[in-house]
């Protein structure tokens, strides 16, 4: 049997292999993240890297440059002037590899233990697309309310976790640590002091969600 490692790779089947305590999916009521957890997806989620921007602003954006362009009437009552987000939707996990890689053939007629170890430490944040124009942290905790699921800022996948796992005869199974992420819709908007609100900004957010393995074989 030979171990490698390879720096990117895409399988046309791909499994996931179930932890044992049977984890909690993206549409599953507060999940408790763990840093063994180990997700089920067919095939191993990907965001769209090349179009993520990663890193959440840390700071709120500065006001729209056009204070009229809002469609409600103002409000006597007043407002807290500034960005808002407000979660719309959500989808499921994607993973975020930590790391290279890893795979082990099976050369063999016999079912095979494949074991796998993580090799780095890293820290995996909130990626988005479109402008999100408030603090990763208002827009995390925003999500973790609307959807009633436990989102971070940032979660790090750690050196030395290791997972055992059957790889079947002449089959390959190929292993990436990382931090899953949860994928979602919404949009930032202004509020002025009067109450008026500016145009929505549509946002598709990742937020992690839980660390763990995504395996599959082929």
């Known amino acids: 049997m030979r171990v490698h490692r390879r720096a990117l790779l895409a399988p046309a089947v791909a499994v996931m292999v179930l ?50 362009n809002y469609p409600n009437m103002p409000d006597g009552r007043g407002c807290d002037q500034g960005w808002y987000y407000h979660p719309t939707s959500k989808t499921k996990d994607y993973h975020k590899g930590v790391g290279v890689e890893q795979a082990n053939y099976n050369g063999t007629l016999r079912t095979a233990k494949s074991a796998f170890t993580s090799e780095v430490t890293g820290t995996v944040g909130v990626a988005y697309t479109g402008e999100l124009n408030v603090k990763g942290t208002v827009a995390v905790a925003e999500i973790s309310s609307k959807f009633g699921v436990t989102v971070s800022a940032s979660l790090t996948a750690k050196i030395g976790n290791t997972v055992t796992v059957d790889t079947p005869s002449h089959r390959t199974t190929y292993a990436r640590y990382g931090v899953f992420r949860l994928k979602s819709y919404g949009y930032s908007q202004y509020v002025y002091v009067n109450c008026g609100k500016g145009s929505k900004k549509n946002v598709t957010i990742y937020t992690p969600h839980r660390v763990g393995w995504a395996i599959w074989e082929n």
């Open 19 to 68: 932890a044992a305590a049977s984890p909690a999916l993206a549409d599953d009521p507060t999940p408790t993240p763990t840093p063994t957890e180990t997700i089920a997806t067919t095939p191993p989620g990907r965001p769209e890297e090349s179009d993520l921007a990663e890193g959440a602003p840390e700071t709120d954006a500065p006001a729209p440059s056009d204070p009229l």
